[in-house]
């Protein structure tokens, strides 16, 4: 049972306001969950029926222990609470309410990123568009982007501007048309159908506004136009809204998230309530006064200041590499020690970087000291071969008018049916507008298709009807995936191969089995209530449920911090997570700031929120660092330090570690010197108010001109210079304008500085 006395005063008001909307402006490390949880449990105990409550979040992991931790509040009094993704919540209304749009059945699948591409390449080549001139990513991209507003094929017809727009404009409406054939979506199409099914059919949008009188929204700073659209439509009855989050924690801009969603809840809703968060439970203060210097210099947000009554803890730390060598090696000594004096864990550490490219360097010096690692930037579990192989007989099992799965198993394992047979039997599906799984069975009436294709084929058509009969017939979908296995012999093929890919193929598949299994056990948690001839059934979803669970599942979700290893990834990945000690490398001008951002005011505040983010991870130590000299995408940079750095109070960093004996210091305690050619010259050292930061900063030869320095152009505009090659008036200068690099020569470039 959960207890108000458990919460600070503010979290209490939280809790207890019911009716209205509500805006929750929740710091970092605030308990946002906490009282996102108690807030359910105590609408629960005055009376609100569970089922009558919709709480969204960002991703499972997120949904899961939500969930956990509400009913461990009100036990099975909170049997019909829906607690989920904005996707995994869409799906399951898309479910039962699809039929409502034209040209899609509740058997349909969900695309990955890998299929949705595949589509594209398809629709490029019906098109004669050429791949090397119109990147299929971009392409996709662009859709992606034109779905998260809303727009449809014909939407983006009436905006598309430029050549590249026109283009995208034709793909955009083939690729529709092609996956409303197969009858799948993707994951963009999960939100914008949800939103698109409420406004066309009134009476379906009005059975799920009584459904949900009372919906939570978790992160709501991170809100696309699609989800933003979604929540209004669903609370605009009743209004008995409730959103939590930060606008200072808003870094997800690339994927669509629009800030302004939370920064003008209260135009939407006039008469909302505003509560906010402001007291931290995780990190020491001084970690704290750093966050709140660094975003404080944001003018567009909603005012406020992290507090806590943590303890002051040790000020932070700021080391001046040499190059990204040294800064990799400060990195592992600095883990070493705290190992060693503290009897610290390596679970307790985490590298954060801005891009993945600044991995490289930390990693080989890791290996080469012996420091185990995980680093979030490889190949996701669900996108290797053989785990998509068997994902795709499930999916076309699933779904037989599933054309790009169909594409991937026809000669997974070989059957001789090359891609000349595979054009023929999908020609003919869409001719005669039926499933491709039926198509295959009339082989002999499939035009001009080769009399040695028809016998393995037909092999083939009544292998995939004996595994579709399984697949209604059998709940246990761990089983289905061992028929497969078997039947099609893909696993008697992996364990003719000796190679040690062949090897790691069967442990991933050993793995995926896993996976099932834990679904089959847990099968009753998915179970749905249907109506049925009047009467409500309870039904397993089974293979469907499977299907979808996999198709949500984010890359993060699979973070165990349980495990013997430091953590490195992207501060963007880092989000939500928290670590006892944290290094942020790479605080470098065009860095972090990144290049894109140091023109752009827009930009550049979303670069300062994403370092408040990074600080906030940390709970006990913080470690910044900055390389005077740097090779990065295969040129060497001389950055200034980041502007970041500046915003820091001076009174809590340090160039010496406490943990260090009073003799030891970090850095050498001298003026760094650059070699030109032959000789070496002083420079002068970097100030921010009275102290200076260890190194000083490095100046590339080349006139008086500086990496990082802003100028002005008479043709191009403002820029800033990101790289200097050469030396004196011959120097060559690259500098951004606008997001594009030109290069110029110092002697005639007559540049302006600002």
């Known amino acids: 049972m959960y207890r108000l006395e458990d919460l600070n005063p503010v979290q209490c008001q939280a809790v207890e306001h019911r009716e209205g909307p509500l805006l929750i402006l929740a710091g970092a490390g605030s308990g946002k969950t906490r009282v996102l949880t108690y807030r359910i449990a105590h609408l629960i105990a005055q009376g609100i029926d569970p089922w009558n409550i919709l709480a969204i979040t960002f991703t499972n992991k997120a949904a899961q222990e939500m969930r956990e931790r509400v009913y461990s509040l009100v036990g099975s009094e909170g049997r019909g609470l829906w607690v989920a993704t904005f996707h995994s919540a869409c799906v399951r209304i898309l479910r039962n309410e699809i039929g409502y749009l034209p040209g899609y059945s509740r058997s349909f699948v969900i695309y990955d990123s890998g299929d949705q591409l595949a589509v594209v390449k398809s629709c490029m080549k019906e098109l004669a568009l050429d791949e090397k001139k119109f990147a299929p990513r971009a392409i996709l991209s662009t859709i992606s982007d034109a779905k998260n507003k809303l727009q449809t094929p014909d939407d983006f017809s009436r905006r598309a501007t430029d050549y590249f727009e026109q283009k995208v404009e034709s793909v955009y409406n083939l690729y529709q048309k092609k996956l409303i054939g197969n009858n799948a979506l993707d994951f963009d199409d999960i939100i914008m159908l949800t939103v698109r099914l409420f406004r066309e059919n009134p009476e379906v949008l009005a059975?799920?506004?009584?459904?949900?009188?009372?919906?939570?929204?978790?992160?709501?700073?991170?809100?696309?136009?699609?989800?933003?659209?979604?929540?209004?439509?669903?609370?605009?009855?009743?209004?008995?809204?409730?959103?939590?989050?930060?606008?200072?924690?808003?870094?997800?801009?690339?994927?669509?998230?629009?800030?302004?969603?939370?920064?003008?809840?209260?135009?939407?809703?006039?008469e909302a309530k505003v509560l906010k968060l402001e007291q931290n439970y995780r990190s020491t203060k001084s970690i704290l006064q750093a966050a709140n210097a660094v975003v404080q210099n944001n003018t567009e947000r909603k005012e406020k200041s992290l507090w806590t009554d943590n303890e002051d803890g040790q000020p932070i730390v700021y080391y001046v590499s040499e190059n990204e060598h040294d800064e990799a090696r400060y990195m592992a000594e600095r883990i070493q020690r705290l190992l060693n004096v503290e009897g610290r864990r390596f679970n307790d550490f985490a590298v954060l970087y801005r891009t993945n490219a600044q991995s490289r360097v930390v990693e080989e010096r890791f290996m080469r000291e012996g420091i185990p690692y995980r680093i979030?930037?490889?190949?996701?579990?669900?996108?290797?071969?053989?785990?998509?192989?068997?994902?795709?007989?499930?999916?076309?099992?699933?779904?037989?008018?599933?054309?790009?799965?169909?594409?991937?198993?026809?000669?997974?394992?070989?059957?001789?049916?090359?891609?000349?047979?595979?054009e023929k039997i999908l020609d003919y599906a869409t001719e005669q507008e039926m499933p491709v799984l039926d198509a295959i069975m009339e082989a002999n009436y499939i035009p001009e298709l080769q009399t040695r294709a028809k016998k393995p084929l037909l092999a083939f058509a009544q292998l995939m009807q004996e595994l579709k009969t399984l697949a209604v017939e059998e709940s246990s979908v761990t089983r289905l995936v061992e028929e497969i296995l078997k039947r099609t012999g893909y696993w008697d093929n992996l364990i003719g191969?000796?190679?040690?890919?062949?090897?790691?193929?069967?442990?991933n598949i050993r793995e995926f089995l896993s996976v099932t299994a834990e679904y089959d056990e847990k099968a009753d948690q998915y179970e749905e209530t249907v109506e049925v001839e009047g009467m409500e059934e309870a039904v397993?979803?089974?293979?469907?449920?499977?299907?979808?669970?996999?198709?949500?599942?984010?890359?993060?979700?699979?973070?165990?911090?349980?495990?013997?290893?430091?953590?490195?990834?992207?501060?963007?990945?880092?989000?939500?997570l928290e670590f006892p000690v944290v290094f942020i490398g790479g605080m470098e001008e065009g860095i972090f700031p990144s290049s894109r951002s140091m023109l752009d005011p827009v930009l550049l505040a979303e670069e300062r929120r994403l370092c408040y983010v990074a600080i906030t991870r940390a709970r006990e130590r913080l470690y910044l660092s900055y390389a005077q000299q740097r090779m990065l995408y295969g040129r060497t940079q001389y950055n200034r330090p980041s502007e970041f750095f500046q915003e820091i109070p001076t009174q809590i960093l340090v160039d010496r570690d406490p943990i260090d004996p009073p003799t030891k210091r970090m850095q050498k305690p001298r003026p760094a010197t650059v070699s030109a050619g032959s000789t070496t010259s002083e420079v002068s050292p970097w100030r921010v108010g009275e102290r200076n930061i260890g190194n000083p900063i490095m100046d590339a030869p080349g006139l008086d001109y500086k990496v990082g320095e802003k100028v002005e152009h008479a043709k191009f505009g403002k820029g800033v210079i990101v790289a200097i090659k050469g030396e004196g008036s011959s120097a060559e200068l690259s500098v951004v304008f606008g997001g594009e690099i030109k290069k110029l020569i110092a002697e005639y470039a007559k540049l302006m500085k600002l």
Do not use: W
């Open 207 to 270: 059975q799920y506004q009584d459904k949900f009188r009372y919906i939570l929204v978790d992160e709501y700073q991170d809100t696309n136009h699609a989800q933003y659209a979604l929540i209004n439509l669903l609370a605009k009855k009743y209004r008995n809204l409730c959103v939590v989050g930060d606008d200072d924690q808003s870094i997800y801009m690339f994927r669509g998230a629009d800030v302004k969603n939370i920064l003008d809840f209260e135009r939407d809703y006039p």
């Open 376 to 422: 979030f930037s490889g190949l996701k579990f669900y996108e290797r071969m053989e785990i998509k192989d068997i994902l795709a007989y499930l999916r076309i099992l699933h779904n037989p008018a599933d054309q790009v799965s169909f594409s991937r198993v026809l000669n997974v394992p070989k059957r001789g049916l090359g891609e000349s047979t595979l």
């Open 497 to 507: 191969d000796k190679s040690p890919e062949a090897e790691a193929r069967q442990e």
């Open 540 to 576: 397993r979803p089974g293979l469907a449920g499977f299907l979808e669970q996999v198709s949500l599942v984010a890359q993060i979700d699979t973070l165990d911090q349980g495990d013997e290893a430091v953590v490195m990834m992207t501060i963007h990945s880092a989000k939500g």
